[in-house]
């Protein structure tokens, strides 16, 4: 029995190039998400393409109350292999918008982190049970440091480390590794409205590069590399100077 990725999230630009990686390497997949009509044709592009079995599942990051029942599914849907997670849910509405409504707000924290943690937690006893598998999850480099145009998502994603960080510890022992890729900018719809950004990985490039540092082990990393030096320079900035980047 192959093992399985759990794609939360699965018709994520980002996702979407990291489950096409995973079915190139054997490995069947479970398509979570909202839109349905997406996923099923996803799932058949798949299966046909590289031979894997493809399911796709309902998914609600903010329904709390479904994700023991989604956890369930995953696990008989992965029969005896290795359940593995990529993690890739996420909204970024713009600041001002979490500033003139509430709703906005607690929203973005429901999905990004709320649901995040939810879903993470349900899956924990089932990870530790089957000793072994990969959870990797999207984070952001916007989480290493609170700017002024995004620290509401910032914090979300800041939030979704420190979680990783002691879901890691507690699931070490289990031989389950754990990675958080604080991604830069990557070519998406999440993206494409915003003014060009640097450094921006094309999805395909981004899932290939994830996949092959889960491989490495668990922790955290920067995808692309390069937002290693530059975040280390912008985290070690004098808060003064920082606060006048109009960044
Ligand atoms: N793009 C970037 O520059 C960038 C940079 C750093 C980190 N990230 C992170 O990377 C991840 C993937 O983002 P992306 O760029 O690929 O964006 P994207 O194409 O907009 O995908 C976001 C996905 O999240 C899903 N989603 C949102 N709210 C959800 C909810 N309540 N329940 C279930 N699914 C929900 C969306 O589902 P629907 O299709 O149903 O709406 C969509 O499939 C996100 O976590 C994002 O924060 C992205």
Redesign the pocket.
């Known amino acids: 029995m192959s093992d399985t990725w759990v794609i ?8 979407r190039a990291f489950a096409r990686e995973a079915a190139s390497h054997g490995a069947a997949l479970v398509l979570a ?3 349905m009509e ?1 996923l099923e044709h996803q799932a058949a592009d798949l299966a046909i393409r590289y031979g894997v079995p493809a399911m796709p599942l309902r ?4 329904d709390l109350a479904t994700h023991a029942g989604f956890v369930a599914e995953c696990r008989r849907r992965a029969g005896d292999g290795l359940l593995n997670v990529f993690l ?5 509405p713009d600041q001002a918008a979490a500033d003139a409504d509430p709703e906005v707000a607690a929203g973005m924290v ?3 982190f709320t ?1 995040a943690a939810s879903v993470l937690g349900a899956l924990a006893p089932v990870l530790e049970a089957q000793r072994g598998g990969t959870v990797v999850a ?5 989480g290493d440091r609170g700017r002024k145009r995004n620290f509401l ?1 910032g914090a979300t ?1 800041a939030a979704l480390l420190v979680y990783l960080q002691g879901y890691a510890a507690r699931l070490s022992g289990a031989g389950v590794r754990v990675l958080c890729i604080k ?9 494409w409205a915003l003014p060009k ?1 640097p450094f921006m990985a094309s ?1 395909r490039g981004f899932a290939a590069a994830a996949w092959q540092r889960a491989g490495k082990g668990g922790g955290s990393a920067y995808l692309p590399g390069i937002w290693w030096p530059v975040m280390t320079i912008i985290r070690l900035l004098p808060t003064p100077i920082f606060n006048k980047l109009n960044i």
């Open positions: 939360l999230g699965a018709s994520s630009a980002v996702a998400g909202r839109d997406d998914f609600e990051a903010r890739a849910f996420g909204v970024m429901e999905a990004n649901g999207l984070g952001s480099v916007a998502y994603k991604a830069g900018p990557v070519d998406t719809g999440m993206t950004l999805p």
